[in-house]
């Protein structure tokens, strides 16, 4: 089935550890997206990739990190995690980084403890 | 700065008619997007719209205006698998997305 592919679907993570949530969509689109959603806010953009090889900040991009070295995959990195990155993970994708629709993945749910 | 409002929370009955209200603020404006999320699953696109007026699709439609900053989602012959939440986000000049925190639809035999 064509879409988005995250892993994992969840994790326990001990604070001060790193993570990779894994990110990879069969679309061919251009544009992808990591966002975080926690209980009583809107969906969070963290950073964000226009097209292979470029990456951007996106609204709370801080203690993560992101590449795109294909137009693929988009891994994202917690260099060393904290406990206010428990959060829902979200990947997205878009045919351009235009008004277009987004392609949500099935989510990651991550607790740092 | 920027800003979606939605209600938290809202109940019907099935068979019914239910309106979810959504007010932006925005810098600039590329459109207001409606996504249905299931509790544990990922956000599934619903409607766009960008100009003013209402889009109709099956039991779904969504309105926008842009002179009030206010779109609504109806959904209609309301089925116990719409319990879900859903999504207001409004596009802004930079094609970035603002998000609403979501509007819990709770249906009830």
């Not at chain 1, 470029?54 to 995959?73: F, L």
């Not at chain 2, 099935?14 to 999320?37: D, K």
């Amino acid at each position: 089935t064509a879409g988005i592919t995250q892993a994992p679907t969840s994790q326990i993570l001990a604070a001060g550890r790193s993570m990779t949530l894994r990110c990879t969509q069969d679309m061919r689109h251009n544009a992808m997206y990591w966002y975080r959603q926690d209980l009583g806010l809107g969906l969070r953009l963290i950073h964000y990739s226009n097209t292979a090889g470029t990456t951007g900040k996106g609204e709370v991009p801080d203690g993560y990190s992101v590449s795109r070295a294909n137009t693929d995959d988009f891994p994202l990195t917690l260099a060393s995690a904290v406990p206010s990155q428990t959060s829902v993970y979200f990947c997205a994708s878009s045919d351009t980084s235009g008004a277009n629709v987004l392609t949500f993945g099935a989510g990651s749910r991550l607790t740092v403890l | 700065g920027q800003n979606i409002d939605q209600p938290t929370e809202m109940t019907a009955t099935e068979g019914a008619i239910v309106q979810i209200n959504c007010t932006y603020q925005t810098s600039g404006f590329n459109g207001l997007f409606w996504y249905q999320q299931h509790a544990g699953e990922a956000p599934t696109f619903l409607s766009y719209n960008v100009l003013d007026g209402l889009e109709e699709k099956g039991r779904f439609s969504s309105f926008l205006s842009r002179s009030k900053g206010y779109s609504y989602l109806l959904l209609k012959e309301l089925q116990m698998k719409d319990s879900a939440s859903y999504l207001c986000a409004g596009m802004d000049s930079n094609y970035q997305l603002i998000w609403g925190a979501g509007t819990k639809l709770i249906i009830k035999p």
